[in-house]
């Protein structure tokens, strides 16, 4: 998509489709309608009176030939009661615009740009690309690829240099967060390990990040056992992907790790899930995508920062070589392991790979995974779980998250649910039974963090979307790229 900036009178704007939005009680003439030549305004005034237009939120209203204006067509986009619109509105209503036009053929919208504030501009951009995002690559009917091809930005003077880094910064971070919804949203067959890690690498060659893929006789050098107990059971090779982001002017701390689980499938190992929504689990790469997201974001960004990200790449598979309940692993950390269920997976290559990263001289650890079903029931598929021991860290995610208008929420972690995961045999077991299980999930991952500050997010809810939104398409969010991105430019300055 391309982004331009136009300031001549909107009447005589040239374009496919000048796109406004008014807000409920005067929807003929509120929002950015304002901005719109008195003829048209008559116009809409008249719709209006027919209750045609109600600016209810995101009601689309169509008009070929407007009258008054140069465009071909005026799309109103309802953006419901003046009193709670927020930027996060403000991204829903663009992207609202462009998924109504480009259903119907229309490869160009112009933004009427209510208020040209910096964030503004960047929501819509962010609104618009997301919205461009389809999650059907592999239906072979569709000739009509369906995209929007040119946002247009339409101020009422020339784009100052803040502007136009809003603008830029906005498309940084759409692409980023699409490029995570898509790794998500390919198949296991077509997002094996070994392919997790060559698409790491194309987009490390692509933006100038260094990347390293450790294969299995590094991983099993490296003595990571927990990480090697889920992979035994696969026929596809585990990856370990490293993307380090190190601008040669950042300080030497902090040290970024960012941990990603990246199951490729999670059949759920000998613990075998069941096959009814067995599919979904191509998703559990989640984790290991966002982070990916992440890196692409700040290497264009450039914040003075380092940052280091940590993919576990494998696939949880049952087979006569699989790990199995009752075995006790050593981990890399040293920590002895029993395995309660082969299902309680993403912890045990957490658990490497944040001992990995620690060894890497990371200072702070992030690390975002699907980890458990009970972060749904809990917290359902709006918003993320927090966890953390670090107080100060957690609130600094959860600030980063309201600016960048993902929903997040803190769970509380606690001394006295330790006992739900001790084993008889080894330092803990894999799994603490289901009362409490987002939380005693993310405290076993928190185990291996140490006395380094940890926060987990657990986006087992929130990495899919069930919904065909009119704003966004059903399938993968990327949620949570945006946030990561926001904590690490809010830490760089
Ligand atoms: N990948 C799943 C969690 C999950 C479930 C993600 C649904 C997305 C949607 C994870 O590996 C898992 O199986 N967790 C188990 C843990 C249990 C066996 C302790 C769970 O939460 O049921
Ligand atoms: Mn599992
Ligand atoms: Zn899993």
């Not at 198949?187 to 294969?215: H, I, W, Y």
């Not at 050098?221 to 585990?238: H, I």
């Not at 200072?363 to 993320?384: E, K, M």
């Not at 084993?423 to 077991?429: F, N, P, T, V, W």
Request: net charge negative; glycine share 8%.
């Amino acid at each position: 998509m391309k982004i331009e900036f136009r300031h001549e009178p909107i009447a005589q704007i040239v374009t496919s489709a000048l796109v406004a939005f008014s807000f409920e009680g005067s929807p003929a003439s509120s929002g950015s309608l304002e901005r719109l030549p008195a003829e048209s305004v008559g116009f809409l005034q008249e719709l209006q009176s027919a209750g045609e237009l109600s600016g209810k939120a995101y009601e689309c209203t169509l008009i070929h030939r407007p009258p008054g204006l140069a465009a071909a067509k005026l799309l109103v986009v309802g953006a419901g009661k003046s009193e709670k619109f927020n930027s996060g509105q403000r991204r829903r209503l663009a992207g609202a615009a462009a998924r109504y036009l480009k259903g119907r053929g229309v490869r160009e919208m112009a933004w009427v740009a209510h208020q040209s504030e910096p964030e503004c501009i960047q929501t819509v951009v962010e609104g618009a690309l997301l919205a461009d995002f389809d999650s059907d690559p592999y239906k072979t009917e569709r000739s009509d690829p369906r995209r929007i091809d040119r946002l247009e930005l339409v101020l009422s003077g020339p784009p100052s240099v803040e502007v136009e880094a809003a603008a830029e910064r906005g498309r940084i971070l759409a692409e980023a967060q699409n490029f995570t919804r898509h790794l998500v949203n390919e198949p296991s067959n077509r997002m094996t390990p070994k392919l997790l890690a060559q698409q790491s690498q194309e987009m490390a060659t692509r933006f100038g990040l260094d990347c390293q893929v450790l294969g299995p006789e590094e991983i099993r050098a490296l003595k990571m056992a927990a990480f090697w107990a889920v992979a035994q059971g696969s026929e596809e090779p585990p990856q370990l992907i490293v993307l380090r982001y190190a601008p040669p002017d950042a300080p030497e701390t902090p040290l970024i790790g960012l941990i990603g689980k990246g199951i490729t499938f999670d059949s759920g190992g000998i613990s075998i899930k069941p096959s009814e929504s067995m599919h979904e689990m191509k998703t559990d790469m989640a984790g290991g995508a966002t982070m990916l997201g992440v890196m692409q974001a700040i290497a264009q960004l450039k914040p003075r920062l380092r940052v280091i990200a940590v993919v576990p790449a494998t696939e949880n598979m049952p087979s006569g070589k699989a790990y199995k309940p009752g075995d006790v692993i050593t981990s890399m950390s040293g920590k002895t392991i029993e395995i309660l269920n082969t299902d309680a997976e993403g912890r045990l290559i957490l658990a490497d790979a944040l001992t990995y990263a620690k060894r890497l001289g990371c200072t702070v650890l992030i690390d975002a995974a699907t980890l458990t079903s009970a972060i749904r029931i809990a917290l359902g598929n709006t918003t993320t779980g927090v966890f953390g021991w670090n107080k100060e860290w957690v609130e600094r995610v959860l600030a980063a998250a309201a600016s960048a208008g993902e929903k997040m929420w803190a769970l509380p972690l606690d001394e006295d649910y330790r006992d739900l995961y001790k084993s008889l045999i080894a330092d803990l077991a894999n799994t603490g039974g289901r009362y409490a299980a987002a939380i005693t999930g993310a405290m076993f991952v928190g185990e291996f963090a140490g006395d380094t500050p940890w926060v987990h997010l657990d986006i087992a809810g929130t990495r899919w979307s069930n919904e065909e939104k009119s704003f966004l398409a059903k399938g993968p969010t990327g949620h949570g790229v945006r946030t990561l991105v926001q904590l690490i430019t809010n830490i760089s300055t």
